[in-house]
């Protein structure tokens, strides 16, 4: 068994480690949020005194923060992590952020001989509750071979992009196009429940034709339509509305440079902007359907 440094305890981080912990592996955690700290502490794993700390003696480090800036300047900023992290060890950057920032990490890690691999992922907090992530990884074949058993762990599929930086286009695009789709999918439930139906009734029916997609199967954003979903707890947890808005902009970021089109990815990046400049950023991201239900965007 690893011994393995993970850092960035939030929404995905914490069921990852918690993860990586039942299949047992020795972990040792850092957050800012010291309550996130404890709440794995007292799930059986060592609480780090800081991100330096813990990455002390570890064969693998598994990083889980919300943006680019925050992974700049956990590795590359002062104190550098990667300055305190042994030569050889796997390092598994699994936020998601801009390609660049990727592969400057990736490029700083390899000159100091650390194996990384950028390892986004797809599925949700569900997905990293039950174990079945998809992992996108950008980065050298054999680094991921070394980081499979333990991608295994916490996911179900994984797939290798290409080079550095791969993982998250791959990951980018994904998520542009979930944006649009959540966005599309609120608003014809709030089309069809203006004109008189039942939203669950019009899921049920939507599931079953040609409109079905992600968020009608298992993420459905109409309240009380499926159990265990965000949009049935107030929109707590989930996917943060903030979160989608970085990525939407790291698709917009990624269209600039290569003079790709993505209408329909600016449309939804800016519905999600004027939804959080709402005082909605902190929502789930499947709340975009308030924009939709009259009174309440
Ligand atoms: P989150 O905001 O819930 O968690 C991020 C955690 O990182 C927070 O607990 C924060 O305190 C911590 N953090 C930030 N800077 C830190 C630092 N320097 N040192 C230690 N801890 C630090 O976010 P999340 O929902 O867990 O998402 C994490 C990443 O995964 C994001 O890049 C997101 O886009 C991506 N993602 C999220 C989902 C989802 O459904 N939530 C799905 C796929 C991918």
Known sequence: MSRIAFIGLGNMGAPMARNLLK?????????????????????????????????????????????????ESLYLGEPALLDHIAENTL?????????DSARKVAHAASERGIRMVDAPVSGGTAGA?????????????EHLEAARPYLE???????????????????????????????????????????????????????????????TELYNPWPGVMDDVPASKGYAGGFGVDLMLKDLGLAAEAALTTKASTPLGELARNLYSLHSAGGHGGLDFSSILKLYRKGEG
């Open 23 to 71: 299949a047992g592996h020795e972990l040792v955690v850092f957050d800012l949020v010291p309550a996130a700290v404890q709440a794995l502490a007292e799930a059986g794993a060592r609480a780090g005194a800081s991100a330096t700390e813990s990455v002390r003696g570890a064969d693998v480090v598994v990083t889980m923060l919300p943006a680019s800036r925050h992974v």
């Open 91 to 99: 390092v598994l950057e699994c936020s998601t952020i801009a390609p």
């Open 129 to 141: 509750v039950a174990g079945t992530l998809t992992f996108i990884v950008g980065g050298e074949a």
């Open 153 to 215: 762990k916490m996911g179900k599929n994984i797939f290798h992009a290409g080079a550095a930086g791969a993982g998250q286009v791959a990951k980018i695009c994904n998520n542009m196009l979930l944006g649009i789709l959540m966005a599309g999918t609120s608003e014809a439930l709030a089309l069809g429940a203006a004109n008189g139906l039942d939203p669950k009734v019009l899921s049920d029916i939507i599931a079953k034709s040609s409109g079905r997609n992600w968020a």
